[in-house]
């Protein structure tokens, strides 16, 4: 999707313009000046649709390289990784942006994760990518996908540090989401399916700690 607005910069890199980019650059254009939505440079490249794929993640390291910020968030909260895994830009363009740093644990404003936009989208590669890269951070991510039978049957499981079975992309509504931030680091990826509706939050109690339960003093966000 091309922008409406933004500098000649950003259209020219929404655009595909490789060489433009770079004489814009050299001519001392701001990479990270937002446009009315806060949308970078680097946000319209994981945005882009070009016409070749592989020019994608070429560009996305080019602007990086030449200091793009890739945890800039726009008016709504949304990072470069963000835009890259809601428009499934491609495990290449995720890998390139987790190289330089975004941040893959990072929130909207709405409270969902680049995890959360991959696993709606059904990108399991990009997930994948998301999900080694928080476990090198030392961050376990665990996704929970409850699932309701057209009999009331709910069925709930549990995938640590890996992508939900294949065939949940199918039925899947849109995801819910939250980081766990605790006594250890914890990423935890709650996939509301069909049948299964609101979300409530409520803190762990500090004491009498049950197993199976949150860890104390964390928030978790449950169904």
């Known amino acids: 999707m091309l922008?409406?607005?933004?500098?000649?910069?950003?259209?020219?890199?929404?655009?595909?313009?490789?060489?433009?980019?770079?004489?814009?650059?050299?001519?001392?254009?701001?990479?990270?000046?937002?446009?009315?939505?806060?949308?970078?440079?680097?946000?319209?490249?994981?945005?882009?649709?070009?016409?070749?794929?592989?020019?994608?993640?070429?560009?996305?390291?080019?602007?990086?390289?030449?200091?793009?910020?890739?945890?800039?968030?726009?008016?709504?909260?949304?990072?470069?990784?963000?835009?890259?895994?809601?428009?499934?830009?491609?495990?290449?363009?995720?890998?390139?942006?987790?190289?330089?740093?975004?941040?893959?644990?990072?929130?909207?404003?709405?409270?969902?994760?680049?995890?959360?936009?991959?696993?709606?989208?059904?990108?399991?590669?990009?997930?994948?990518?998301?999900?080694?890269a928080c476990k090198a951070q030392g961050k376990e991510v665990i996704i929970i996908t409850t699932d309701t039978s057209p009999s009331g049957t709910k069925t709930t499981r549990q995938y640590l540090n890996s992508p939900p079975s294949p065939g949940l992309e199918e039925k899947r509504s849109p995801a819910l989401c939250t980081v766990l931030m605790g006594c250890r680091p914890l990423a935890v990826v709650a996939v509301s399916l069909p049948g299964q509706r609101g979300l409530r939050e409520r803190r762990a109690p500090r004491h009498g700690h049950r197993r199976g339960a949150p860890r104390a003093g964390c928030w978790q966000r449950s169904l």
């Not at 990072?79 to 975004?102: D, F, I, N, Q, S």
Request: charged share 20%; proline share 5%; with cysteine.
């Open 3 to 132: 922008p409406a607005d933004g500098s000649a910069l950003l259209r020219a890199v929404a655009q595909g313009k490789f060489r433009l980019t770079r004489l814009l650059l050299e001519g001392g254009a701001y990479i990270n000046e937002g446009n009315a939505a806060g949308q970078t440079p680097l946000m319209a490249a994981c945005r882009a649709r070009y016409a070749d794929p592989l020019e994608q993640p070429r560009m996305v390291r080019y602007l990086l390289e030449n200091g793009a910020d890739p945890n800039i968030p726009d008016k709504t909260g949304k990072t470069a990784l963000m835009h890259a895994c809601a428009e499934r830009a491609g495990a290449a363009v995720a890998a390139v942006l987790l190289a330089h740093g975004a941040d893959p644990s990072a929130r909207d404003y709405a409270g969902a994760s680049a995890l959360v936009y991959a696993i709606n989208r059904g990108d399991r590669e990009t997930l994948q990518a998301l999900l080694d």
